[in-house]
């Protein structure tokens, strides 16, 4: 019988979250750390447009995309590439720099994906601990090692939503041998609301750093599955090399292109995500379910223990309300919620304030 490579054998195919319902019930399904909102008035223009040209193959060296997010973010145009969303950014970053001598460092609760693909590369992954469900970057220094040649870092986390600021990371880009490439995954970053947070793009100048964006988050594109990143021009001519031509849609790189010129709209989104998450933490505070603060569009909710996870999560599926589990995380005493529309959101609030009070009043029997 045809056999794959030993390892990949030990890879576990990749497990969606569980978006299934009670019968009967409308799902609100808040998962995926999706955007609630659509994507703005210009994307879809530029998506019905697209369509006309629906039987042509895509480009495959989107120089306008390129354009527009260079423009916007004040960089070069031949920094910038695009992928099938972060995800295969990723993926085509491990291919590159990892194989079974390699080893790969990420924190306690980084991104899982990062970790499926290290061992897709067959490299070994240390994992360094966060300090109060943050990267710590001492630790990921002391994991660093000879065979050692990717950091990866996500900022602000998933799942934790908390962020480093950016001299921690000119810290650890310094700290690390030359020959160990840092990713900083940014696919929340349009979310931060917090002044002190500064972009890193300056530090891919310095070589063997790149910073990784997504159309899927903010700009509410994941159907569309586009994202890019700011990289040295060895990893851009990397990228060329051995990325599958043409595999972004037409429709995704005219959508993109619209998106990233429309940071008004992207503003409003950043301005009303962070009331939302405010207004959401303080109603769960005020029935004493506590929440860490978070600087995403999801709010990670910390319970006594798994029990409890397991009885808070029935209560809201019970009403239709799919959030993330966190047991795969190392996480089972917590609950990921991405935050959904504001009735959404003060339905959730509702349904754990009942869930409460419920739990108290056997709690006394
Ligand atoms: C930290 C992080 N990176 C990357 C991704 C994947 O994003 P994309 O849709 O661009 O593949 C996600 C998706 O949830 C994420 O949370």
């Known amino acids: 019988m045809l056999k794959p490579h030993k390892h990949l054998l030990e890879v576990a195919p990749y497990q969606r979250a569980d978006l299934s319902g009670p ?42 995309l390129q354009i527009a997010i260079a423009e916007v973010h ?18 085509v970053l491990t291919q590159a720099y990892l194989g079974p001598a390699y080893s790969a460092v990420t924190s306690e609760y980084s991104y899982m994906f990062f970790r499926t693909c290290a061992q897709i590369a067959d490299a070994s992954v ?23 040649r990717i950091v990866f870092v996500v900022n602000p986390g998933n799942p934790t939503g908390s962020y480093i600021q950016k001299a921690e990371l000119v810290q650890l880009r310094d700290a690390l041998p030359d020959n160990v490439l840092l990713i900083v995954d940014e696919a929340y970053a349009e979310y931060v ?11 891919v100048k310095r070589g063997n750093v790149v910073v990784l964006r997504t159309f899927s988050k903010i700009y509410g594109l994941a159907g569309q599955r586009i994202a890019w990143g ?13 990325q599958i031509p ?29 009331k939302l998450r405010a207004s959401f933490s303080l109603s769960l505070a005020e029935v004493g379910v506590e929440t860490c603060p978070s600087q995403t569009n999801f709010v990670l909710v ?26 795969d995380y ?6 990921r919620i991405s935050l959904g529309t504001e009735p959404q959101m003060q339905f959730v609030a509702d349904t754990l304030k009942r869930w409460k009070g419920e739990s108290r009043k056997q709690e006394v029997q």
């Open 126 to 148: 240390k994992i360094a601990p966060e300090t109060d469900l943050a990267v710590d970057v001492d630790a990921l220094l002391n994991a660093v090692q000879d065979n050692t």
């Open 193 to 203: 609301s917090e002044a002190e947070y500064e972009p890193v793009f300056n530090l």
């Open 246 to 274: 043409g595999n972004i849609p037409g429709s995704a790189l005219a959508m993109a292109q619209a998106a990233v010129r429309d940071q008004v709209y992207v503003r409003k989104l950043r301005i009303e995500s962070a």
């Open 330 to 335: 190392g996480l089972p005493h917590c609950l």
């Open 23 to 64: 019968p009967g019930k409308e799902l609100i399904q808040l998962a995926q750390n999706e955007s609630s909102k659509p994507p703005c008035t210009a994307a879809l223009k530029a998506y019905r447009k697209a369509c006309h040209d629906i039987q042509l193959y895509p480009e495959t060296h989107f120089q306008d």
């Open 302 to 327: 910390r319970f006594t223990d798994s029990a409890e996870v397991k009885s808070a999560r029935i209560a809201l599926y019970q009403e239709g309300i799919i959030v993330r589990p966190m047991e």
């Open 230 to 242: 700011c990289f040295p021009p060895e990893v851009v001519e990397m990228f060329r090399r051995i």
């Open 74 to 91: 004040g960089l070069d145009a031949d920094q910038i590439h695009c992928g099938s969303g972060s995800m295969e950014l990723i993926s």
